[in-house]
């Protein structure tokens, strides 16, 4: 009986602290917030909170806890409820499309991925191209002549490192426009066959120290241009560095906007960190659509010398 004692204490102990960061998390999930360090970086990969619960729910059960267990199976029903995707669903137009386009979105990890994009766009021949930390050395390789003629019209804005974006088109663009950030966030109009299409590269800052505020702001300035895109067709696309469970991406979908990837059946498929994707991570690069635009395929890239995975979505404008 002694020997049993310290055992069930050791097992309450350990489920507890296993239970501790996921109930945090989820707190802030049920209250629609996002909350402060490390809470943004937990929700990200609320899938694997089973994990403790699990692990915290046989630990209860065998030191006889009620209190515990029941702790457990709260951690497992809520991470459960919130594994569903969030959006709305897919809505089947009866008409024919006017046009179908394809999008590539692609983080090159301070360009170093370059070659690597080269290759997929000669691969995949993407009519639009959305790319994020595009540095000097990819700014310089875009203005060659083979990208020249295989992307025309184009808008390249920084070149540091983490800094730079470019959006690449087969089609004529008008109207270009930036979202405010520390990270270049570029945008036009795209004349596809006659049907304007507004276009926007995303690249928040990321939510680590010293960062929350920007990471919080800048996807609040996302959120404001999204919710003003009028009647134009739009896609956002890019490294949002966050997913659906954080509540400033959330928001943003909350204009209108869906997620190609959850559209498509794979919003869960993670596309960061690639090292460990698809079976561990999560999705922070996304393609977002507005009214009017349909994604009937898409699928994520290994890009080597980068730690994100791109996304090709096609897309046909109704």
Same mark, same amino acid.
């Given at each position: ?17 296993? =239970? *501790? ?13 996002? #909350? ?6 937990? *929700? /990200? ?13 046989? #630990? ?12 457990? @199976? ?18 089947? &137009?009866?008409?024919?499309?006017? !046009? ?5 979105? %692609?983080? @090159? $990890?301070?360009? %170093? ?7 997929? @766009? ?16 990819? !700014?310089?390789?875009? $203005?060659?002549? $083979?990208?020249?003629? /295989? ?38 109009? /795209? ?14 800052? &990321? ?8 990471? !919080?702001? $800048?996807? #609040? ?10 009647? +134009?067709? +739009? ?27 959850? =559209? @498509?059946?794979?919003?869960?498929? &993670?596309?960061?960190?690639?090292? +460990? /994707?698809?079976?561990? #991570? ?23 010398? +980068?730690?994100?995975?791109?996304? =090709? ?6």
């Amino acid at each position: 009986m002694r020997q049993a004692r310290p055992r069930r204490r050791w097992l309450t102990a350990s489920a507890a602290v296993l =239970l *501790l960061p996921p109930s945090a998390a989820l707190t802030a999930r049920v209250l629609d917030v996002d #909350g402060p360090l490390p809470l943004p970086q937990l *929700l /990200a990969f609320l899938p694997w909170f089973l994990v403790p619960g699990w692990l915290a729910l046989a #630990g209860g059960v065998l030191a006889r806890r009620p209190l515990l267990t029941g702790w457990s @199976l709260a951690v497992l029903g809520t991470t459960a409820w919130f594994l569903q995707p969030h959006g709305a669903e897919q809505r089947v &137009p009866t008409q024919e499309p006017l !046009a179908q386009v394809r999008v590539l979105t %692609a983080n @090159l $990890e301070f360009g %170093a991925a370059t070659e690597s994009l080269f290759q997929a @766009l000669r691969r995949e021949r993407p009519h639009l191209v959305s790319v994020q930390e595009c540095d000097r050395r990819c !700014a310089a390789a875009l $203005e060659t002549a $083979e990208w020249r003629e /295989a992307y025309p019209y184009r808008v390249i804005a920084g070149r540091e490192p983490a800094e730079g974006s470019a959006l690449l088109s087969v089609y004529p663009l008008s109207e270009e426009s930036r979202i405010p950030g520390t990270l270049s966030m570029p945008g036009a109009v /795209a004349d596809v066959h006659g049907v304007p299409l507004r276009v926007q590269v995303v690249h928040p800052m &990321p939510p680590r120290l010293g960062s929350m505020d920007a990471w !919080a702001a $800048e996807l #609040g300035h996302v959120r404001k241009a999204a919710g003003g895109r009028g009647e +134009t067709r +739009t896609v956002f696309a890019g490294d949002f560095n966050a997913g659906q469970d954080h509540a400033a991406f959330r928001a943003v979908l909350d204009t209108g906007l869906r997620d190609a990837a959850r =559209l @498509l059946g794979h919003s869960r498929t &993670p596309s960061w960190p690639s090292a +460990t /994707a698809p079976w561990l #991570g999560t999705q922070i690069d996304h393609v977002l659509v507005s009214e009017g635009v349909v994604p009937v395929d898409g699928r994520f890239l290994d890009l080597p010398g +980068t730690d994100h995975r791109a996304l =090709l979505t096609d897309l046909q404008l109704h």
